[in-house]
């Protein structure tokens, strides 16, 4: 019989930058659920990617001065290299600037522009440059963009429209046909009153703004909007094509068995892409899971709020299956979860030292002294009492499986965890309730004794059988001490498979060290300096110092100050004091050259926001050209300090 297909994706990633942990959480979450469904076996295709056209991406590259395709290629690789070093087993890893993807995409816009489906006609809107999106007055959010709280402006377009109203009926049929469709459920209600029931406006499916996206290939004036260019991948990574030509491939898995993505993008999988879908007489994708946030510290992670953790920091100090273990148990399924370095550390002792670790090492240590390292399982009478914690054992360690199953079914990953590290749990209390120590000291016990470090042996092999989806090294190195195999799904509700007078290791190695937490405080505030503002000075001394002369605000109202942000800086060649800048003021990048290198290093002033004053004659220094001046404070030691917002502050923002 030939296995079942399981289509899984993530969302992909957007190449703006480098994604920190909170962003590659998902693919960890993805990568547990693909890895089980090949366990239970299903044929599972796993795809994960990047999204690599839009505005922002063509202004980031122009402020690094390299090409749109140089700029993506890079942070394209850099995001691969994370998921990598997560071990994340995808079978495919598309880019929408595949040349398939874009030829794709580029048919399905023009089908659907033949069959009437996509219009031409003229936007005008209040446009967030941020999210690449026109809003309504009332869609709005306190004035703000409602994706992402910055401003909007006016703006009008020549574009094409997608008829949404057309097949909005079909879709809240759907949704309210199939339960299982968008999850969990909350999200559903979320859609149906907020976007759906008050009626659906057609979308604006191109953009004449800016040229870095997939141009229409029949007025190339235009290129296709974002969405519907990015949702695509799902279908054209597995070989779909617009004139019917789609590859085995696609029949087999389309559609997908789960789209996993953020809570923050479900309208556009659960509204858009579905219509997108009907459109295109391609079937609907079973189940849109829309995850909630990994916070940090309760905050939203950002780069510009200087809270992010990157995936690379979080490995390199607590290793893979650590920071995995972490943020597959600690994610609930419906809220936000939270993530510090403390509290990973927390984590790895209580769990992975402690209850996994230490029960490994003591039933390796055992069986070595009391046998050689030779497991045996040697039938012996029992007391009632201690038949019935066998049977217990047993019973505990074969009944996970389905358990496990059941979780998995409803994407309760966390949960799925809990009830495997029970076994490992039952496992010690087991050590406790035998106390194979004192049936050692006893000549007439040591069968017994046997049988004990045999079930201990059995019912960790089953535990790591189970725990391997979700933390693959840390199983392979139990099942490598334990000299046996991982086993399959179907045999871990058997008991007793592990082959008599075979040896475990005489060597046992720590699986996971116990984390001194000083050191752990160190590390977190080592990364933390990297993007975090430094605190504030402990002791105020005020100092003093000549006054001058008042002036008109006249005067003052020359001086133009803005909120620039530092997106690259370097020494100046030959000069013990200056660092060169590049500062982004609003939309443009001015080069600043300031007397600092002693305060700041080139490194850490990427990123900061900082006080500019901008229309100062440029001038050179060092022979390098200067635009503006960055604004400090100076103390009594001639020691500087960047002048910096003290809340966030969009860059361009005016200082009056
Ligand atoms: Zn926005």
């Given at each position: 019989m030939s296995k079942k297909p399981y289509y899984i994706t993530t969302a992909i990633a957007y190449t703006s930058g480098k994604p920190h942990i909170g962003n590659n959480y998902e693919v960890v979450l993805a990568d547990a659920i693909a890895r089980f469904k090949r366990k239970e076996g299903y044929d599972v295709f796993f795809q994960t990617g990047t999204d690599e056209h839009g505005q922002k991406i063509e202004l980031k590259a122009q402020e690094a001065g390299v090409t749109p395709k140089a700029y993506v290629d890079g942070v394209a690789g850099q995001i691969r290299e994370l998921c990598d070093l997560l071990q994340i087993s995808y079978d495919k890893f598309i880019r929408t600037t595949d040349d398939y993807h874009e030829k794709q995409v580029q048919k399905i816009f023009k089908r659907l522009y033949d069959q009437g489906d996509i219009y031409k006609g003229a936007y005008e809107g209040l446009y967030c440059t941020e999210c690449e999106a026109f809003w309504t007055e009332s869609q709005l959010k306190d004035g703000k963009c409602?994706?992402?709280g910055r401003d909007v402006h006016p703006a009008k377009e020549e574009a094409y429209f997608f008829k949404m109203s057309k097949y909005a009926d079909r879709l809240i049929e759907h949704i309210n046909t199939h339960?299982?469709?968008?999850?969990?459920v909350s999200r559903k209600n979320e859609m149906m009153n907020n976007f759906l029931l008050p009626g659906l406006q057609d979308l604006c499916v191109s953009r004449t703004s800016f040229k870095w996206g997939i141009p229409?290939?029949?007025?190339?004036?235009h290129v296709v909007y974002v969405w519907l260019d990015a949702l695509s991948n799902y279908i054209t990574g597995i070989g779909y094509d617009?004139?019917?030509?789609?590859t085995d491939q696609y029949s087999k898995y389309w559609p997908a068995d789960l789209h996993l993505i953020g809570k923050d993008i479900i309208r556009f999988h659960t509204i858009y892409w579905p219509i997108f879908l009907m459109a295109l007489n391609e079937p609907l994708p079973k189940q849109v899971f829309g995850h909630p946030w990994l916070l940090m510290n309760n905050d939203k992670m950002s780069k510009s709020r200087g809270n992010v953790i990157y995936a690379d920091d979080l490995v390199d100090f607590f290793g893979v299956d650590a920071v995995r273990y972490y943020v597959l148990h600690e994610m609930p399924y419906e809220n936000d979860g939270n993530i510090t370095l403390e509290l990973i550390a927390e984590r790895t002792n209580s769990?992975?030292?402690?209850?996994l670790g230490n029960l490994v090492n003591r039933t390796i240590s055992m069986s070595n002294k009391y046998f050689g390292g030779a497991v045996k399982y040697v039938e012996t009478p029992l007391e009632p009492q201690m038949a019935a914690i066998d049977d217990d054992l047993k019973d505990c360690v074969t009944s996970a499986r389905d358990k496990v199953i059941t979780r998995m079914d409803t994407l309760r990953v966390a949960d799925a965890l809990t009830d495997i590290f029970a076994v490992f749990k039952r496992l010690n209390k087991y050590i406790d309730e035998t106390e194979p120590w004192v049936l050692a000291k006893?000549?007439?016990?040591q069968d017994r004794l046997s049988a004990v470090l045999y079930n201990l042996v059995e019912g960790i092999t089953i535990g790591a059988s189970l725990l391997e989806p979700f933390m693959p090294d840390t199983a392979g190195r139990i099942a490598k001490q334990l000299n046996t195999n991982l086993r399959e799904f179907e045999v871990l509700d058997q008991f007793g498979l592990y082959e008599q007078g075979n040896h475990v290791t005489d060597q046992p190695e720590i699986l996971f060290a116990r984390l001194d937490m000083e050191e752990v405080a160190k590390k977190e505030e080592e990364l933390a300096s990297r993007t975090a503002k430094k605190a504030a000075p402990e002791e105020e001394e005020g100092i003093s110092i000549p006054a001058k002369e008042e002036i008109a605000y006249d005067d003052f109202s020359k001086m133009q100050f803005q909120v620039g942000q530092i997106i690259a800086c370097e020494e100046v060649p030959k000069s013990k004091k200056l660092l060169c800048s590049k500062v982004k003021i609003g939309n443009e990048v001015k080069q600043i050259v300031s007397g600092i290198k002693q305060y700041y290093s080139a490194e850490e002033m990427v990123g900061k926001k900082v006080m500019v004053l901008v229309n100062l004659k440029p001038a050179t220094l060092a022979g390098v050209l200067s635009e503006g001046m960055l604004l400090c404070a100076e103390d009594d030691k001639g020691n500087l300090a960047l002048m910096v917002p003290e809340k966030e502050m969009p860059s361009g923002a005016e200082i009056c």
């Open positions: 409602p994706d992402c339960p299982e469709f968008i999850q969990p229409v290939d029949f007025d190339d004036k617009a004139d019917g030509e789609s769990d992975l030292a402690n209850t006893d000549e007439n016990k």
